[in-house]
């Protein structure tokens, strides 16, 4: 006994003296990296600068998708239409770089750099575009920026749908973290403020004050209006951007204060009127002195939204990196520990920010404890499966039957494929769940007349096989539903199928494309039934269904009737068939839980005041068998005495749900 004592105390003194390992704080540590540095590079080495990253304390990469020479990096349908080119017709830079990096465990982020800038006035979509331009009050559109850049105009609504299309692409066919839109502003010439004179914009100024536009560029309301204009656009573009994923992060460098008195470009209207989710505004200065006073004025022009402020740090110098330190402490001892470094690329020699990776994360220094980017969300999946996906990129794409590549124009990617009815042909997208949920299940292809008007998708999901019909005659060129429901994790299996099933041989089937996103842990079933009072009960979950985990999955029904007795059961499979004036969506074999009461107002007041919940802990999945990857469905009963249909029941909705690991 006396040698056991001694021996839990011995463990006891070891634990105690063993030096506790810091836990990653929620700090955004990132940095822009050029294109100029990415093209040309083979996967190894792109993994080796991603590699990099990390050892060097940064979490989040952004990387340029539209910057030199006035290119996009990634096929943009909606910037080939307006007139401009791709860096490549046959390889994506923008799926390939996310791929990678993520892999590498890095938040990615595209980065819009050009945003409304060209690279010159002999750019394509100058040319082809000239009344988009921003003008001068003598007509000129040239800029002094970067050796005659020339800006878009934010007055134009054409311009405006160029920019939120092209923010919408990168949203819907990407799987990316975040989005940077960058140059979200009036060019300058000189002292600034000297764009906006374009008639489109001089127009709407004059529809709106009665006269034209001021020859005095600082006149106040001539800058607001201006100003507002680009709040529109930013705005516009961050709608078009959630509208495809509401967790994609939103983000943008703007210019600092000089971007408020030069660009018209006011970060902090964007902030506080909850458009933009994270700003780096660019605190490029070189003594500490400068930067305290650029810090103060942005973090003073954050307000409330301070939390949504971060810094852009100019380390472009190799060995600059005890000032960027100075400027970090700085920065994070006034509650503002996010930031970015300019930049990854190499001017000379080492990449200009090696220094500070080298450096930072060493014990003392700012970054010594690790990070994670607390705006992005770990429950976030966009995956693309083109017809041209390869095993090698964990997708693919599989054909069986007579398949051509298809003339028609409005194609995802570089192409798309099509297979007459003349013998029977499949299509086969297979791609790897990251992590179990509701997958919203989205298809394209290129419409024509001679296209199949009832081709069949087979979407193979958790629970076996649903098969979804389609007219491809029309509403080609753009994403699809097919609907939702729920896929357990796991590697690389088929997710989709299309078939040329029924079709004639003068009958053509598109193959194209298959995006799967990932909206909810658990998916929402059937409806539920109205109760005696009125009401309409709502399910909500939170959670996770983990056999592992410590945070339980729990479900919870408000808007009962209150002091009524409920439970709730389920079982494996779902359903929707009526029941008792509901629907019952469950099916199969069930299992209930214990009767409990909805509590809520006290009795003597019947309201809908009540509510149920049941926890699904580790200990529960397990002792009802389950399963990685089994699914589960289910919803609570309740009574309901008063309701007129004489049932005497309440039902609520389904929701399932797949057992994590």
């Keep these: 006994m006396w040698a056991a004592r001694v021996a839990l105390l011995s463990l006891c003194i070891a634990l105690c003296a063993a030096p506790l390992e810091a836990?990653?704080?929620?700090?955004?540590?990132?940095?822009?990296?050029?294109?100029?540095?990415?093209?040309?590079?083979?996967?190894?080495?792109?993994?080796?600068?991603?590699?990099?990253?990390?050892?060097?304390?940064?979490?989040?990469?952004?990387?340029?998708?539209?910057?030199?020479?006035?290119?996009?990096?990634?096929?943009?349908?909606?910037?080939?239409?307006?007139?401009?080119?791709?860096?490549?017709?046959?390889?994506?830079?923008?799926a390939h770089l996310a791929r990678i990096f993520r892999d590498e465990g890095l938040a990615v982020g595209a980065w819009f750099e050009y945003g409304l800038a060209l690279s010159s006035l002999s750019h394509p979509v100058a040319v082809a575009h000239p009344a988009w331009l921003a003008r001068d009050a003598a007509g000129s559109a040239v800029t002094g920026e970067n050796g005659g850049f020339v800006f878009?105009?934010?007055?134009?609504?054409?311009?405006?749908?160029?920019?939120?299309?092209?923010?919408?692409?990168?949203?819907?066919d990407y799987d990316l973290d975040d989005i940077q839109l960058d140059r979200l502003r009036w060019g300058r010439r000189s002292t600034g403020r000297e764009y906006g004179y374009e008639a489109v914009t001089a127009a709407r100024y004059q529809a709106q004050f009665g006269v034209t536009p001021p020859t005095n560029v600082h006149q106040a309301n001539w800058v607001?209006?201006?100003?507002?204009?680009?709040?529109?656009?930013?705005?516009?573009?961050?709608?078009?951007?959630?509208?495809?994923?509401p967790l994609v992060v939103v983000s943008s460098a703007p210019t600092g204060s000089y971007g408020w008195t030069q660009h018209m470009q006011r970060w902090n209207h964007w902030t506080s009127g909850g458009y933009m989710d994270l700003v780096l505004p660019q605190m490029y200065t070189t003594s500490l002195t400068s930067f305290r006073a650029e810090f103060?004025?942005?973090?003073?022009?954050?307000?409330?939204?301070?939390?949504?402020?971060?810094?852009?740090?100019?380390?472009?110098?190799?060995?600059?990196?005890?000032?960027?330190?100075?400027?970090?402490?700085?920065?994070?001892?006034?509650?503002?520990?996010?930031?970015?470094?300019?930049?990854?690329?190499?001017?000379?020699g080492p990449i200009a920010i090696q220094d500070e990776l080298d450096n930072l994360p060493l014990a003392g220094n700012p970054?010594?404890?690790?990070?994670?980017?607390?705006?992005?969300?770990?429950?976030?999946?966009?995956?693309?499966?083109?017809?041209?996906?390869?095993?090698?990129?964990?997708?693919?794409?599989?054909?069986?039957g007579p398949w051509t590549s298809s003339a028609q124009p409005d194609f995802f990617g570089f192409g798309s494929r099509v297979a007459s009815g003349s013998a029977p042909a499949s299509a086969t997208f297979e791609a790897s769940i990251p992590l179990s949920g509701s997958y919203e299940v989205f298809v394209w292809w290129?419409?024509?007349?001679?296209?199949?008007?009832?081709?069949?998708?087979?979407?193979?999901?958790?629970?076996?096989?649903?098969?979804?019909?389609?007219?491809?005659?029309?509403?080609?060129?753009?994403?699809?539903?097919?609907?939702?429901?729920?896929?357990?994790?796991?590697?690389?299996?088929?997710?989709?199928?299309?078939?040329?099933?029924?079709?004639?041989?003068?009958?053509?089937?598109?193959?194209?494309?298959?995006r799967l996103v990932r909206r909810a842990d658990a998916l929402g079933l059937c409806t539920a039934k109205v109760n005696s009072q009125g009401c309409t009960p709502a399910l909500t979950v939170t959670g996770r269904a983990s056999l592992t985990g410590i945070d339980p999955l729990r479900v919870v029904a408000t808007g009962v009737l209150n002091q009524y007795p409920g439970l709730y059961f389920w079982g494996l499979a779902p359903g929707a068939s009526p029941f008792f004036g509901g629907e019952l969506c469950v099916q199969g074999t069930l299992a209930r839980g214990a009767v409990q009461f909805a509590g809520g107002s006290p009795i003597g007041v019947v309201d809908c005041s009540g509510r149920f919940e049941f926890e699904w802990s580790n200990a529960a999945l397990a002792a009802s068998g389950l399963a990685p990857g089994a699914t589960v469905f289910g919803q609570f009963w309740s009574r309901d005495p008063l309701h007129l249909d004489g049932a005497g029941i309440g039902i609520t909705a389904g929701l399932g749900f797949v057992v994590e690991p």
């Design 152 to 172: 878009l105009t934010p007055g134009h609504p054409e311009v405006v749908a160029l920019m939120t299309a092209m923010a919408r692409e990168l949203a819907e």
């Design 367 to 400: 970054w010594a404890i690790a990070a994670t980017n607390p705006f992005v969300s770990d429950r976030r999946h966009t995956l693309i499966v083109d017809d041209t996906a390869a095993p090698s990129t964990g997708a693919a794409y599989i054909e069986t």
């Design 224 to 245: 607001t209006f201006r100003e507002g204009l680009v709040d529109e656009l930013v705005s516009a573009c961050y709608g078009a951007i959630k509208s495809a994923d």
């Design 296 to 348: 103060d004025a942005q973090r003073a022009a954050a307000g409330a939204a301070v939390a949504r402020l971060g810094v852009g740090y100019r380390a472009q110098e190799t060995n600059d990196w005890t000032a960027v330190r100075s400027q970090l402490d700085y920065a994070r001892s006034r509650g503002v520990p996010h930031g970015c470094l300019w930049v990854y690329h190499n001017y000379s």
């Design 23 to 94: 836990q990653p704080v929620p700090e955004v540590r990132a940095c822009w990296l050029t294109q100029y540095t990415y093209l040309g590079r083979t996967e190894p080495q792109l993994r080796a600068i991603a590699q990099n990253m990390r050892a060097g304390g940064l979490n989040t990469v952004y990387f340029n998708v539209y910057g030199g020479g006035g290119v996009t990096y990634w096929p943009s349908r909606a910037f080939k239409a307006a007139g401009g080119n791709w860096a490549s017709n046959s390889f994506d830079w923008t």
């Design 446 to 514: 290129t419409a024509s007349s001679n296209r199949n008007a009832a081709t069949e998708y087979e979407v193979h999901h958790a629970n076996g096989t649903a098969t979804v019909v389609r007219d491809q005659r029309t509403d080609g060129g753009r994403w699809v539903a097919l609907g939702q429901w729920l896929f357990a994790e796991g590697a690389r299996a088929p997710r989709v199928t299309v078939t040329n099933r029924g079709a004639g041989p003068a009958v053509f089937t598109s193959a194209d494309g298959v």
